[in-house]
C-alpha cells in the first residue's frame, strides 16, 4: 500500500496543535515532540481553544485527548471533518485514547481518524503514528457525512459514573447475489477499494466498520494497528467491487 512520505523534506517545519486539560500531558507530548526536531508546536486546553488557534493559524497535525472540559476531543474532529472550523476538513488528527474505549475507537473511526495513541506515551509508537498520519491522504467516502457522527457527551464528560444505552447496529445493505461471492482475506491482506461483507468488530462485539463498507488506505491503517482488539484476524469481502 504506497504511502507518501514527501513532507520529510520539510518535517521540521510541521506544525503541530496539541490539545489535552492536563498540563503534564502536553509537557510530555512536547518534550517528545521537541526530541523529533519539531520546534513549532501550540498547546490549547480544550476543543474550543483549539479552534480558536486554527483561526489565528493553520497546523499541520493535531493530537487531542478525548475526555476535555467545554469540548471534547471527538467533538472538535467532528467539527474540523464536517468543515465547522478554519482547518481543512483534511487536517490529519491523532487521538489520545485508551484502546479499551470501543465506543472512542468507533467513534473516531467514523471521523476518519488518522491514529491511536494510548497513556502513558511510548516514544517509538508515537514517532510512527505521527509519520504515517502525516503521510496520508484525505479520501471520504462520497455517501459519508461527518455531520451526521452522533457523538456521545454526556458518555465523555461523566466517564465511569456514566451508564450508556446501547445503540442497536444496522449494517448496510448488499444485494443477495454479491453477498455470496465473498473471499475470505487476512488482516493484512485487506486493501482499498475492497467492500466488507460482514462487520469487522472488537473482541467484545462493538462495530469498528459495518458490512457493506468500502475500505479506504486510512481505515486500512486504522484496522492494522487495532489488531489486537479486533474479534478475528480474516475477514469476508466482495474483492474488487466497490460500493455503489
Avoid at 27 to 52: M, R, S, T, Y
Avoid at 111 to 125: E, M, R, S, W
Avoid at 128 to 137: D, F, P
Wanted: charged residues 25%; proline residues 4%.
Amino acid at each position: 500500500m504506497a504511502m507518501d512520505f514527501e513532507f520529510l523534506d520539510s518535517f521540521d517545519r510541521k506544525r503541530i496543535l496539541l490539545v489535552d486539560d492536563d498540563p503534564f500531558i502536553l509537557g510530555v507530548l512536547e518534550k517528545l515532540l521537541g526530541l523529533l526536531g519539531l520546534e513549532a508546536i501550540v498547546q490549547a486546553n480544550d476543543g474550543e481553544q483549539a479552534l480558536e488557534l486554527l483561526t489565528e493559524q493553520a497546523a499541520d497535525l493535531l493530537i487531542t485527548d478525548v475526555q476535555m472540559p467545554n469540548m471534547d476531543g471527538l467533538s472538535l474532529l467532528k467539527r474540523i471533518r464536517s468543515g465547522q472550523s478554519s482547518a481543512a476538513a483534511s487536517l490529519p488528527c491523532i487521538v489520545v485514547s485508551s484502546l479499551d474505549d470501543e465506543a472512542t475507537l468507533a467513534t473516531a473511526l467514523a471521523l476518519d481518524v488518522n491514529g491511536f495513541v494510548q497513556k502513558p506515551f511510548k516514544a517509538p509508537i508515537l514517532i510512527k503514528r505521527l509519520l504515517i498520519a502525516l503521510s496520508e491522504n484525505f479520501c471520504e467516502s462520497p455517501d459519508h457525512r461527518y455531520s451526521d457522527v452522533v457523538i456521545d457527551v454526556d458518555r465523555l464528560q461523566l466517564g465511569g459514573d456514566y451508564k450508556p444505552k446501547p445503540i442497536p447496529h444496522q449494517a448496510q445493505h448488499i444485494p443477495l447475489e454479491r453477498r455470496e461471492k465473498y473471499t475470505v482475506v487476512s488482516l493484512f491482506q485487506l486493501r482499498s477499494d475492497m467492500q466488507l461483507a460482514e462487520d469487522i468488530k472488537t473482541k467484545s462485539g462493538t462495530v469498528l466498520l459495518s458490512a457493506g463498507f468500502t475500505l479506504n488506505q486510512n481505515r486500512v491503517h486504522r484496522m492494522w494497528e487495532l489488531e489486537d482488539n479486533l474479534e478475528k484476524s480474516s475477514f469476508k469481502v466482495l474483492a474488487g467491487f466497490g460500493a455503489g
